[in-house]
């Protein structure tokens, strides 16, 4: 077998191996937090670059992100990454949770919601005291919806089992709040129509991004392009640190290691980097889409792997249009009233030049629209652009084209809390890591790294990596590497 090299530097212990399998956000964690507590890693990535599902491509000499990310201010762990990977200049965060909601039924076209400098939960009462597309009566019983919600407990028993338009509905919450405001939030963050999102992730998002702390809404939004933020910078960061990382390298099994050697082995695919190369390990990060994962889980960890398929996915597609002049005067908006959910000015990191202006219409729980052709799609959401967007009424489109995630999360639906797996299996030192394992959070970059830094809190507890650290990391060091 070959892999990581099996005697410390000057005829210390011999490494920690450590070989993480997929190179998305929870892989990059994982082997970010195990290099730096001192482990040799080996990231294995089927595909020709990091990042996972938040990455780039180029098209016509522009960078196309392949979907329209965006954080909170509460999402330590991702900030926490960003901050080890050299990457906090590359993204902006608001310094106040503000966002534009354009509709065709709003005053000129456009409201706004913005936060107050009082303290959370009433920061968003003034916001939602002018809000126009609500009436005074929607207003006043969203007030008491939210108030409900914020002493609503998600892991309560019997939360996860249901549906969020069902808690809404009982607590007074009619159609039209539900669509001109809590849809806004809820769909974009779980990636499932509003009323069919499980409750407990639900509010998981909105306790703590709308009715935490004041400033937890705050919105972050990329800089520069998904590729450059996190596969890059992440593959930079590993191999300063030592790690080996490989791209186009495709794990096929994983198996219990020989008698009297290393505890694992990681075939690789046959036709890709190292083919049929078998990498030893003293442990093994899963860092793959549960459907991967399901395949790759040897069974002797014990693991219900046929019920992750049970979790499903759903779509998200991004339909990206570039216009002859700037149509849009805002980074990015909502939309109400409309086919459009947010919508995002991508010029700039795009690398357009000239005086036109690229949008990127982001569509969550994209069910209805991603079989539908990019001609279709046309026909849809460029009148609708023009509804909300007067100056897009004159405007040319010189280039429209469409990007599909069809397994962009996991299905955010009452009991999916049953299917997510912990880190931690009853084999020691396999574990697993991605945003559909149990991190507590939904499916988001935020529930990407905390995935993987329980991944590496697991293989921290694991007598080996304990053994071989000899006390010099403590618990606590090792969950702050990105968090």
């Given at each position: 077998?070959?892999?990581?090299?099996?005697?410390?530097?000057?005829?210390?212990?011999?490494?920690?191996?450590?070989a993480?399998?997929g190179?998305?956000?929870?892989?990059?964690?994982?082997?970010?937090?195990?290099?730096e507590?001192?482990?040799?890693?080996?990231?294995?990535?089927?595909?020709?670059?990091?990042?996972?599902?938040?990455?780039?491509?180029?098209?016509g000499?522009?960078?196309?992100?392949?979907?329209?990310?965006?954080f909170?201010?509460?999402?330590?762990?991702y900030?926490g990454?960003?901050?080890?990977?050299?990457?906090?200049?590359?993204?902006?965060?608001?310094?106040?949770?503000?966002?534009t909601?354009?509709?065709?039924?709003?005053?000129?076209?456009?409201?706004?919601?913005?936060?107050?400098?009082?303290?959370?939960?009433?920061?968003?009462?003034?916001?939602?005291?002018?809000?126009?597309?609500?009436?005074?009566?929607?207003?006043?019983?969203?007030?008491r919806?939210?108030?409900?919600?914020r002493?609503?407990?998600?892991g309560?028993?019997?939360?996860?089992?249901?549906?969020l338009?069902?808690?809404?509905?009982?607590?007074?919450?009619?159609e039209?709040a539900?669509r001109?405001?809590?849809?806004?939030?809820?769909?974009?963050?779980?990636?499932?129509?509003?009323?069919?999102?499980?409750?407990?992730?639900?509010?998981?998002?909105?306790?703590?991004?709308?009715?935490?702390?004041?400033?937890?809404?705050?919105?972050?939004?990329?800089?520069?392009?998904?590729?450059?933020?996190?596969?890059?910078?992440g593959?930079?960061?590993?191999?300063?640190?030592?790690?080996?990382?490989?791209?186009?390298?495709?794990?096929?099994?994983?198996?219990?290691?020989?008698?009297?050697?290393a505890?694992?082995?990681?075939?690789?695919?046959?036709?890709?980097?190292?083919?049929?190369?078998?990498?030893?390990?003293?442990?093994?990060?899963?860092?793959?889409?549960?459907?991967a994962?399901?395949a790759?889980?040897?069974?002797?960890?014990?693991?219900?792997s046929?019920?992750?398929?049970?979790?499903?996915?759903?779509?998200?597609?991004?339909?990206?249009?570039?216009?002859?002049?700037?149509?849009m005067?805002?980074?990015?908006?909502?939309?109400?009233?409309?086919?459009?959910?947010?919508?995002?000015?991508?010029?700039?990191?795009?690398?357009?030049?000239?005086?036109?202006q690229?949008?990127?219409?982001?569509?969550?729980?994209a069910?209805?629209?991603?079989?539908?052709p990019?001609?279709?799609?046309r026909?849809?959401?460029?009148?609708?652009?023009?509804r909300?967007?007067?100056?897009?009424?004159?405007?040319?489109?010189?280039?429209?084209?469409?990007?599909?995630?069809?397994?962009a999360?996991?299905?955010?639906?009452?009991?999916?809390?049953?299917?997510?797996?912990?880190?931690?299996?009853?084999?020691?030192?396999?574990?697993?890591?991605?945003?559909?394992?149990?991190?507590?959070?939904?499916?988001t970059?935020?529930?990407?790294?905390?995935?993987?830094?329980?991944?590496?809190i697991?293989?921290?507890?694991?007598?080996?990596?304990?053994?071989?650290l000899?006390?010099?990391?403590?618990?606590?060091?090792?969950r702050?590497?990105?968090?």
């Amino acid at each position: 077998m070959t892999g990581l090299p099996a005697a410390g530097a000057a005829g210390g212990p011999a490494p920690y191996r450590v070989a993480v399998i997929g190179g998305g956000l929870a892989g990059i964690t994982a082997a970010v937090a195990l290099s730096e507590a001192g482990a040799a890693v080996t990231l294995l990535e089927a595909r020709p670059r990091l990042g996972g599902a938040t990455c780039s491509f180029t098209r016509g000499g522009l960078v196309v992100d392949t979907g329209q990310h965006v954080f909170l201010r509460c999402c330590t762990a991702y900030r926490g990454l960003l901050g080890r990977l050299g990457m906090t200049g590359g993204v902006r965060l608001q310094d106040r949770f503000d966002v534009t909601v354009l509709s065709p039924h709003a005053p000129g076209g456009r409201a706004r919601l913005r936060r107050t400098a009082l303290p959370g939960p009433l920061h968003m009462g003034a916001a939602l005291a002018r809000y126009p597309l609500l009436s005074p009566a929607e207003r006043l019983r969203v007030a008491r919806a939210a108030l409900a919600m914020r002493w609503l407990d998600p892991g309560e028993p019997g939360t996860g089992g249901q549906r969020l338009g069902d808690w809404l509905a009982a607590h007074g919450q009619g159609e039209g709040a539900r669509r001109a405001l809590w849809d806004l939030f809820t769909v974009s963050a779980l990636n499932i129509a509003g009323d069919d999102a499980s409750l407990d992730l639900a509010a998981t998002v909105v306790k703590t991004a709308l009715l935490g702390k004041r400033d937890a809404a705050d919105i972050g939004v990329p800089t520069v392009p998904l590729g450059e933020l996190h596969g890059a910078a992440g593959a930079a960061l590993l191999r300063r640190r030592g790690a080996d990382v490989r791209l186009g390298a495709k794990a096929a099994a994983v198996e219990p290691g020989p008698p009297g050697g290393a505890a694992f082995a990681v075939h690789l695919a046959r036709g890709g980097a190292g083919s049929g190369e078998v990498v030893s390990a003293d442990a093994v990060v899963i860092a793959t889409p549960p459907q991967a994962a399901a395949a790759l889980v040897p069974q002797a960890a014990g693991l219900p792997s046929a019920r992750w398929r049970e979790l499903g996915s759903s779509p998200i597609v991004n339909v990206h249009v570039i216009y002859d002049r700037p149509v849009m005067d805002v980074p990015f908006a909502a939309a109400a009233d409309s086919p459009v959910q947010w919508v995002f000015d991508r010029t700039r990191i795009a690398g357009l030049s000239g005086p036109g202006q690229y949008l990127a219409i982001s569509l969550s729980a994209a069910d209805s629209y991603v079989d539908l052709p990019a001609a279709r799609l046309r026909e849809i959401f460029v009148p609708a652009l023009a509804r909300l967007l007067p100056a897009a009424r004159e405007a040319q489109v010189t280039d429209f084209f469409v990007t599909r995630e069809r397994r962009a999360t996991f299905r955010q639906a009452p009991g999916c809390g049953q299917l997510r797996p912990r880190a931690a299996t009853a084999l020691p030192g396999l574990v697993l890591a991605g945003a559909w394992t149990d991190t507590g959070w939904p499916d988001t970059m935020e529930g990407a790294v905390r995935s993987g830094l329980n991944a590496a809190i697991a293989l921290r507890r694991e007598p080996g990596l304990r053994a071989w650290l000899g006390g010099r990391e403590s618990l606590g060091e090792l969950r702050g590497v990105a968090a």
